[in-house]
């Protein structure tokens, strides 16, 4: 009796695994991620498909908060007046606010560089180019702030 329950478990197993039915195909995806509605009649065999490239979402543009505008408006003007310690604790405070601002590293790398910390303000652009994906203009000023403390600390 087991024997028996046991072959007629297995042909249930292998009917299973070598049925010939229809193969599903992964849906396409269309160039705007939104999920094509599958074909209601029956599926071609032999039609062309079309593969998009994926790209990733645009990253928004970083909006500060008014207490870090208020914050980089106070650095600017201490760093105008040659208090480069004062500017740079301003900026490191704004940092603690928001410390993703690819902007406020930016600024704060400048006033590493003007006080001759030069590993810190390479440190500190490096860190902003990481965050400043899809920013060509900040990642460029970024790479002036490197090679200048570059330069500078080979002297």
């Known amino acids: 009796m087991r024997i028996l329950f046991i072959s007629l478990f297995l042909l249930i197993f292998l009917q299973g695994c070598l049925s010939t039915g229809e193969r599903h195909q992964p849906a396409p995806v269309s160039e705007s991620g939104e999920k094509p509605v599958p074909p209601t009649g029956p599926v071609e065999r032999d039609r062309q498909v079309e593969v998009f490239a994926y790209r990733a979402p645009e990253k928004p543009v970083f909006q500060p908060s008014r207490p870090v505008l208020a914050l980089v ?20 405070r704004a940092l603690r606010i928001e410390p993703r601002n ?3 590293l930016n600024k704060l790398a400048w006033v590493r560089l003007d006080q001759g910390r030069y590993g810190q303000a390479e440190s500190l652009a490096a860190k902003s180019n990481a965050l ?20 500078a600390s080979v002297r």
């Open 73 to 92: 408006d106070k650095a600017e003007a201490q760093k105008a007046g040659g208090d480069l310690g004062g500017a740079a604790a301003t900026l490191e």
């Open 102 to 104: 690819p902007h406020l």
């Open 132 to 151: 400043a994906a899809g920013s060509s203009a900040l990642q460029q000023d970024n790479q002036r702030v490197i090679f200048s403390a570059r330069k």
